[in-house]
């Protein structure tokens, strides 16, 4: 898909295709839409993540909260979405071993006790022991670290969901 393509989507056509660019919150690409023309794909990178920077804090928690567990009870009960499924799915963690799945469990519970949001990671650039690595080490993190760090993720995430839609070299993105 090319800009001009993107550039000529009505609203319905743009929130359907771009719409989990950041997972679960189509609002944020009914927002860009508003945007357009897009001059290229960095542009259009640029307004999803401008809006996601130009959040109060509330809302960019709210973003993080729309994450689903990594190796979670969506992943169990197969509610994933697609994309979030395919990620999960490649980084291993769809057939994690009891004991490495309650043990992911248990963190991601403390995680979210001492920060109030899930921990978000691009699981396309990890794997199963690599996820539990980052998951303890930024445990230990300062809140507003935190925050910036897990931001970050959601928009490596966002950068390589784009870069798929466009089939674009995500290096490039
Ligand atoms: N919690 C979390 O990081 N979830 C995600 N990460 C990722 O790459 N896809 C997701 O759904």
């Known amino acids: 898909m090319d ?3 993107v550039n000529s989507m009505d609203f319905g ?4 295709v771009f719409g989990n660019v950041i997972e679960r919150c189509p609002l944020i690409a009914a927002a860009v839409w508003s945007q357009r023309p897009f001059s290229d794909l960095e542009d259009l990178k640029k307004h999803f993540f401008a809006f ?18 990594l190796a979670g009870s969506e992943l169990r009960r197969g509610t994933l979405t697609a ?27 403390r995680y979210r006790a001492r920060f109030g949001f899930p921990f978000v990671l691009a699981a396309r650039f990890s794997d199963r022991a690599a996820a539990s690595r ?18 970050g993720e959601v928009k490596k995430i966002g950068s390589l969901r784009l870069a798929d839609l466009l089939r674009a070299d995500p290096a490039k993105l």
Not at 13 to 16: L, S
Not at 92 to 102: C, N
Not at 135 to 151: G, K
């Open 3 to 5: 800009i001009e393509k």
């Open 13 to 16: 056509e743009f929130v359907d």
């Open 52 to 69: 996601i920077d130009a959040l109060p804090q509330s809302g960019q928690e709210g973003i993080l909260r729309c994450h689903p567990d």
């Open 83 to 109: 994309e979030s499924q395919r990620e999960q799915s490649g980084a291993g963690l769809t057939t994690l071993g009891a004991d490495e799945r309650l043990r992911l469990e248990e963190l991601n519970a």
């Open 134 to 151: 980052e998951l303890e080490r930024r445990l230990l993190c300062p809140s507003a670290q935190e925050l910036r760090t897990a931001l």
